[in-house]
């Protein structure tokens, strides 16, 4: 009886542990078109996945078991779980919705009905912050400085939420900036673009300020956005000083390092006037880099307002975040 080509790869990858599309065109002496169609046909039905990016890319089996935990989720909840449930796996593997949530639920031999409804209790408490897409982070820096200058400040999303850890938003934007992958960044301005385009036209802002990167990295992050959101406003320069040793804000742990880093190192080159400026930075965990900031923008008469937005931000006050 003749073995189906599928069969063939599968047998393979699991004598092999993993193959590239290379290695199997040479194993079944076939095309390397008529292996990739194979592949993605066992890609489309779960039975393999792919780990690596061209041209390095390797084939495994996956792990079909059928999950032992009962599911009884409403249509209501698992829309809300679909919509904001993301899991990237320790080996990197992206997963979402109810999938990931189940993984996530057996990892931890957590019952999926009575987690899922925790889930939805602490997404509500949450988007309970949120009018209009934005997180109003007001109240942190007036509990946290003596003295604030921005006039108005908002996040897009909170960082983490309590035992379920990142938030979509926040996997997001720690992948996207420690990976350094395009196609994610790509997929964290679409998302937030919106938001952005709305507070711009709600506050009608007439320049933008980005805050500059301290680690130095290929793919910088904030110049990916600025790129990518295609604002039509005048950019603020901004200019992060080069120290002996870069210090990271990440690294403080203390509210006065982290005011001492952000004055010291972060200069404004900029001599225009603009009525209402929007100043942009990944995360908000104390508030120290764009309160400091606007303190230099008003003392320099660039801007009469000045509303701070960052991506994500922590729920309660001074509070470290120390990945992004």
């Not at 400085?145 to 400040?153: A, H, P, Q, R, T």
């Not at 982290?258 to 010291?264: G, L, S, T, V, Y």
């Not at 230099?296 to 509070?319: D, H, N, P, W, Y």
Request: hydrophobic fraction near 35%.
């Amino acid at each position: 009886m003749q073995i189906k080509t599928s069969h063939k790869i599968t047998d393979y990858i699991r004598k092999k542990g993993q193959a590239s599309g290379s290695e199997l065109t040479q194993y079944l002496n076939i095309t390397s078109r008529a292996v990739r169609k194979q592949l993605n046909n066992l890609l489309k039905e779960h039975v393999v996945y792919k780990i690596g990016k061209p041209p390095k890319v390797f084939y495994l089996l996956a792990k079909n078991k059928k999950s032992s935990l009962i599911v009884n989720i409403d249509k209501k909840s698992e829309k809300i779980i679909t919509d904001n449930f993301l899991l990237i796996t320790p080996s990197g593997e992206r997963k979402e919705g109810i999938p990931a949530f189940l993984d996530w639920c057996e990892k931890r031999n957590e019952k999926v009905d009575k987690t899922a409804k925790e889930y939805i209790k602490s997404i509500k408490k949450y988007n309970h912050y949120k009018k209009g897409g934005l997180i109003d982070g007001s109240y942190k820096l007036k509990h946290t400085f003596k003295e604030i200058y921005l006039d108005k400040v908002f996040y897009l999303d909170f960082y983490s939420i309590e035992r379920f850890g990142k938030t979509k938003l926040g996997q997001l934007l720690l992948y996207a900036k420690q990976s350094q992958n395009r196609t994610l960044i790509n997929e964290l301005v679409e998302k937030i673009k919106p938001q952005i385009i709305s507070l711009i036209k709600k506050n009608k802002i007439d320049a933008i300020g980005f805050i500059p990167p301290t680690v130095k990295r290929e793919i910088q992050l904030m110049k990916e956005m600025e790129k990518k959101l295609h604002l039509s406003l005048p950019t603020l320069s901004l200019i992060k000083v080069k120290t002996t040793i870069t210090v990271p804000q990440k690294t403080l742990n203390k509210l006065e390092d982290r005011i001492e880093n952000a004055k010291n190192t972060i200069i404004l080159n900029d001599t225009h006037k603009y009525n209402n400026l929007l100043l942009i930075d990944d995360a908000l965990g104390s508030g120290s880099t764009l309160n400091e900031t606007a303190k230099k923008i008003k003392q320099q008469k660039v801007s009469k307002t000045i509303i701070g937005l960052a991506i994500t931000g922590s729920f309660s006050g001074f509070e470290v975040i120390s990945e992004v």
